[in-house]
C-alpha cells in the first residue's frame, strides 16, 4: 500500500521504518469490512448465509470472529451495503475463471530485485486462461485510482507467486471503492508490466540506498535530503514523517514565505530543519501552523471562489460533491404507509431513544426534587488534551 509513497519519496521509508504502525478507527472499520467480504466470497464459514446483507439477521448483535480487530468494534448496516457492494463485483468479474484466491500473500522479490521481504496481500486474484484480475477493495473515502502502483505490484507478485499456475499475457487492474460508488478498472499486457517492473526495480533500488547513506557520515543531511526526499500531496498525505521531513518543511516555508518578487525560494538558512522527535525544533513548526492552515483554507477559498465565478484556474475545475443523506419527501406520507398499510410495529417505524440529559432539565429543570434525583445519573466525560501554548489561561 506505501508503493506510491516510496516511488515518489524513496526517502520516506528510511525516515518512517523506525516509527510504531498506528491503527485509526477508520482502518479497524476497513479491516472488518475486509474480513466479511471474503468470509462471504470463500462460503466456508458455514453461517448459511452468501450475502452480506443477511449478516445483521444472522448475527443482530454485529459480533464477528475476525482476530486482527477488537470485539468491541460491531458490523454495521453501513459495512454490509459496502462488503456487498464489493462482493457483487467480484463474483461478476470470476464468472468463468478457472480460480480465485482471496486475501493471497504474494511475493515479489525477483520482480524487485530484492533478497526478501517484498510482498503484499491482494484482496482478490481471479485466473483465467489468458488473463489475470486484480482487485483491491478500498472501504474509505479517498479516492485511488487504477493507474496506482499498489495494483501493478499485485500484478508482479500474482506472476512471481502463481505463474507455474498460469502465463497470463493480460492482466485487468481493478479498484473497487463502495462509499464512492466507483470502480476503476485498468488492462495491462504482460509488455507493459515488465517495462513498470524496470521502474519499481529501480525506485526499491533508491529506497534501500537511503537507507544505507542515512548512515553514511561521508554523505551530507543536504544531499541525502535533494537526493531521496520529494515531497508531493500524494506521497506525503500518509507519510508519518511529516511533521518533521526537512524537505517538506522546506518545500512549507517556501511557498508561505513571499518576498518582494512574488513566491520565491527564502534562504536555505531560514528554513527550519526539523529532526524527528526533536522537541524543540517540533515547538518552533508548532508556532508556524495555525498561520500555515489559515492560508491553506484561504487558498482552497480563493480557487472555489474562482472557479464557482466561471473563472479559470489551470489544473482544477469543480466537480459535484458527495450527496447528502437520504430523507423522506413527505415524513407524514411515509409514515402513512408504514403505520397504517404495511402494519409496521412501533419499535419497526422509529427510532426510540431516551431523551438526553439537556432535555430532561428543559422538561423537569422547574421540578427541583425530581430534578435533583434524575441529576444523580448524569455523567461527563473529561475534555481531551488538547495543545495550547503555555499563555493560555
Known amino acids: ?81 459496502l462488503v456487498q457492494y464489493y462482493v457483487d463485483y467480484v463474483r461478476r468479474e470470476a464468472v468463468g475463471a478457472d480460480l480465485m484466491y482471496l486475501e493471497a500473500r504474494v511475493g515479489m522479490n525477483e520482480a524487485l530485485g530484492v533478497d526478501g521481504g517484498a ?69 495491462m499486457t504482460a509488455a507493459e508490466l515488465d517495462a513498470y517492473a524496470v521502474t519499481a526495480k529501480a525506485c526499491a533500488r533508491l529506497v534501500r540506498d537511503a537507507i544505507e547513506l542515512q548512515a553514511d557520515p561521508t554523505f551530507s543531511d543536504e544531499e541525502w535530503n535533494l537526493s531521496f526526499l520529494n515531497p508531493g500531496e500524494k506521497q506525503c498525505r500518509w507519510c508519518k514523517a511529516k511533521a518533521w521531513c526537512p524537505a517538506l518543511t522546506k518545500e512549507v516555508a517556501e511557498t508561505v514565505s513571499p518576498t518582494a518578487d512574488g513566491m520565491e525560494a527564502i534562504d536555505e538558512s531560514d528554513v527550519v530543519a526539523i529532526k524527528a522527535y526533536d522537541l524543540s525544533d517540533l515547538s518552533i513548526a508548532m508556532d508556524k501552523v495555525g498561520l500555515i492552515e ?76 425530581r430534578w435533583a434525583q434524575l441529576e444523580k445519573l448524569i455523567i461527563q466525560s473529561e475534555g481531551k488534551p488538547s495543545v495550547a501554548p503555555e499563555s493560555d489561561k
Open 119 to 187: 510482498e503484499g496481500t491482494a484482496d482478490a486474484l481471479i485466473f483465467f486462461p489468458d488473463m489475470v484480475k486484480v482487485i483491491d477493495a478500498k472501504f474509505g473515502y479517498t479516492p485511488v485510482s487504477e493507474h496506482t502502483s499498489q495494483l501493478k505490484r499485485y500484478a508482479l507478485g500474482a506472476r512471481e507467486t502463481f505463474g507455474h499456475i498460469v502465463d497470463a499475457e493480460r492482466f485487468k487492474l481493478a479498484i473497487c471503492q463502495p462509499k464512492l460508488d466507483f470502480i476503476g478498472e485498468l488492462e
Open 294 to 369: 489559515d492560508w491553506c483554507k484561504a487558498v482552497r477559498a480563493a480557487v472555489e471562489g474562482a472557479l464557482v465565478k466561471g473563472e479559470a484556474v489551470p489544473g482544477y475545475k469543480l466537480v459535484q460533491g458527495r450527496k447528502g443523506a437520504r430523507a423522506w419527501s413527505d415524513e407524514a406520507a411515509a409514515e402513512t404507509l408504514m403505520r397504517q398499510k404495511f402494519r409496521l410495529k412501533v419499535e419497526e417505524a422509529y427510532n426510540l431513544k431516551l431523551i438526553s440529559p439537556t432535555q430532561a432539565e428543559k422538561v423537569l429543570g422547574e421540578q427541583p426534587k
Open 1 to 81: 500500500s506505501k508503493a506510491d509513497q516510496t516511488e515518489e519519496c524513496p526517502g520516506s521509508v528510511a525516515l518512517t521504518m523506525h516509527l510504531p504502525d498506528e491503527r485509526s478507527s477508520a482502518a479497524d472499520a476497513g479491516t472488518l469490512c475486509h474480513w466479511l467480504s471474503a468470509e462471504l466470497l470463500s462460503g466456508s464459514h458455514g453461517w448459511g448465509i452468501t450475502e452480506a446483507t443477511e449478516y445483521l439477521a444472522r448475527f443482530p448483535d454485529g459480533s464477528h470472529e475476525c482476530r486482527d480487530v477488537s470485539p468491541d468494534l460491531k458490523v454495521t448496516q453501513e459495512m454490509c451495503d
